[in-house]
């Protein structure tokens, strides 16, 4: 019979033993003993597996309601390669959604900063406010005021264009005036 | 004396290059580069009593290949009885170094009673025997816990095969899944489902919480989620971006990155929420970070040298010196459990690749050897990096040994996974 009680020690023992055990005492080999839980061996399902409880966020999304005429139709900027400055050629563009916000104070933009897919996510995010901040500093300066807009980042995590193609990293090297 | 006889042993298996020759279609297991030595074991097949829904020793199996550690000598398909006493001479000059054999039994009361004996045939004499009592829910798991019995008497380090990791799987372009799995991406279960992306899980110390930032509010927000109740909650939800969340190893601190002042920076703030405090000072990217095991230390990313390298500063806010002087592109990184090495992604040549780096010896390896190389974690032992790669246009999870002489594909996760992180040892 397995001697259930006295199996930590014997396995002690038997592990600072230099001599050989004799095969033909295998029935008194030690087992951990059971009436209580071993070491890892807890019988508890939730200790044992740790349960996960799911959490279902697939809420709904809100709707956007962004201006529409004219060049407020156009939101995105888009952004060579490592770079973090608005190009010259958006300059319309952003005079256009300035002067929008400015005859409608109350409205409220989110800048969204994207990055294309290389390197690191957390890094790409932070690249990806770097853009949306530059926006954010254009806007600012034709006099769109502070509290009007928030500056976020989705990094490389929303991308426009999928594919690993340079067509597909220069459209998702973009920042988008999202009106909430 | 017992653990040197099996040491010896592990010693003079020689060198061997062929893969195992368990090559179960669920995973891959590359062993690479010359000198690898591996450890010869037959795992017996165990003799089955009331139609266990898992197949138990092919588990154990499965573990102590994907290692890169054992080589399994072939053991047949008969199960191998407790009686009579196994003839551990023949073992022995079929190759097998050690041997193990089990039972798993089902009880009356409907748990199972698993039990498994590890011998060594070399000094001729049993060096483990355990019994463990499971609901059938729980084989799997013991599976585990045995196989990390036979890796820790034979190698000498703890075994991380009953432990758990974390990934984000997409499913679709408008469905994405936090999933905890064991640490052979099997047995997964949804922690969180989301339509907007998730990313940077990190776990609590204790293994019971975990930090990630979600999307879901179409801006990214720092959560903060408890896995047996998923009761979570927004912990940074600032102006701006709020990502990278780090456990302090007391659990009550988190390091976050915030853009409170427009561009990104590193904060410390309360488990529970409150007023963040600032600990880096630029006006460009301070991202990434992760805390050393003595709490007392600071990782991160930071771009204030030109491109990204890593940096480590004293809390509460030391001067930052800067950690990884390679290459122009360094980020991501983790220290190992021990405090000793640090894991992170390096650029070298167009190609991410994961890199351990010797803090004391600045001595730096590249362990992966694919091009788009993302997120390692250390094992809980500190003797494997799980990463992400891509293959074929897909996500998928790998480990390498920290000498990059053995890699492993983790092919249980379904879809497109990414953002691994590897679990600490459960209590």
Known sequence: ?180 | MQRRTLLQALGTAGALSAVPPLARAQLRVEISGVGSQQFPIAIAPFVREGNPPQDVDAIVRADLARSGMFRLIDAGTAPLPDNPAPDLAAWRARGADALAMGTVARLADGNYDVRFRLFDTVATKQVEGLSYVVPAADLRTVAHKIADRIYEKLTGVPGVFATRIVYVAQLSPTAFELQIADADGVNPQAALRSREPIISPAWSWDGTRLAYVSFESRKPVVYVHTLATGQRRALANFQGSNSAPAWAPDGRTLAVALTLTGNTQIYLIDANGGTPSRVTRTAGIDTEPAFAPDGKTLYFTSDRGGGPQIYRVALPGGEPQRVTFNGDYNVSARPSPDGKLLTYVGRREGRFRVQVLDLASGQETTISDTGRDESPSFAPNGRQVLYATELGGRGVLATAAIDGRVRTRLAGPQGDVREPAWGPFLK
């Open chain 1, 1 to 180: 019979m397995i001697n259930r009680t006295l199996a930590t020690i014997a396995t002690a023992l038997l592990l600072a033993a230099c001599s050989s055990v004799p095969l033909d005492e295998q029935k008194g080999v030690p087992i951990d003993d059971k009436s209580k839980p071993a070491a890892g061996a807890t019988t508890d399902p939730a200790a044992q597996t740790g349960a996960v409880k799911t959490v279902d966020a697939t809420g709904q999304q809100t709707k956007s309601d962004d201006p529409t005429t004219g060049l407020l139709a156009r939101r995105s900027i888009y952004f060579e390669f490592d770079q973090f400055t608005v190009p010259e050629q958006y300059k319309p563009l952003l005079e256009a959604h300035a002067k929008y916000l400015g005859a409608n104070r109350a409205r409220r933009i989110v800048v969204e900063g994207n990055t294309d897919e290389r390197g690191s996510r957390e890094y790409n995010l932070a690249l990806g406010q770097k853009r949306a901040e530059a926006v954010k500093r254009a806007l600012l300066l034709l006099g769109v005021t502070e509290v009007q807009i928030e500056t976020v980042s989705f990094g490389e995590e929303k991308p426009k264009a999928q594919g690993s193609t340079e067509e597909a990293w220069a459209e998702n090297r973009r920042a988008d005036i999202v009106y909430k």
